[in-house]
T-cell receptor, first 117, second 113 residues
């Protein structure tokens, strides 16, 4: 009964390859996110989707493409992987924004540790 | 713009002593404030939040935080630290009209047996 799940947990690949990370939430939330956590543990928002509509698209290389087939799933596809893409990628979900557009609690998946060789 | 400052990189505390992790924020309007904990090789786990009401918020694992509007702070506290509290703690804020959380850089807490 995991709330937010990601697959795979670990991903080791060569430079130049294409890979995907999948995320699913069973909390009934409308909004999902992708975050990148670098080696210094800084968290950076990459994308967010609200009911399959792209809301946030940060200054992320266009080699990264999110896809949301339905509001319970948000996948991340990465083309032409580079060494600098090595990081931990977290999926999260939350309810729709509350009063004044402020966000409610986000629930995070366990993370996918991507290592590019 | 909204931002969070967690001024200390690491907090060391002896087991059984009080634990405090500091957080100050900058945001337009009234903030929603959150604390998360990240154990090694795990995702972020929600600890507690302040949205409105009582300034003292109680959360999971015996943690609490106090919202102080005049000092724009939301410090995390625990009366008696456990070795198992050793982890990375993130403070986050959501301000009016923003569509994202602003996270602090995180504080590593080390509880010494």
């Amino acid at each position: 009964d995991t709330a937010v799940s990601q697959t795979p947990k670990y991903l080791v690949t060569q430079m130049g390859n294409d890979k995907s990370i999948k995320c699913e939430q069973n909390l009934g939330h409308d909004t999902m996110y992708w975050y990148k956590q670098d080696s210094k543990k800084f968290l950076k928002i990459m994308f967010s989707y609200n009911n399959k509509e792209l809301i946030i698209n940060e200054t992320v290389p266009n080699r990264f493409s999110p896809k949301s087939p339905d509001k319970a799933h948000l996948n991340l596809h990465i083309n032409s992987l580079e060494l600098g893409d090595s990081a931990v990628y977290f999926c999260a979900s939350s309810q729709v924004p509350l009063a004044g557009g402020r966000l409610d609690t986000q629930y995070f998946g366990p993370g996918t540790r991507l290592t590019v060789l | 713009a909204q931002s969070v400052a967690q001024p200390e990189d690491q907090v060391n505390v002896a087991e059984g002593n009080p634990l405090t992790v500091k957080c100050t924020y900058s945001v337009s309007g009234n903030p929603y404030l959150f604390w998360y904990v990240q154990y090694p090789n795990r995702g972020l786990q929600f600890l507690l939040k302040y949205i409105t009401g009582d300034n003292l918020v109680k959360g999971s694992y015996g943690f609490e935080a106090e919202f102080n509007k005049s000092q724009t702070s939301f410090h995390l506290k625990k009366p008696s630290a456990l070795v198992s509290d050793s982890a990375l703690y993130f403070c986050a804020v959501s301000g009016y009209g923003n569509n994202r959380l602003a996270f602090g850089k995180g504080n590593q807490v080390v509880v010494i047996p």
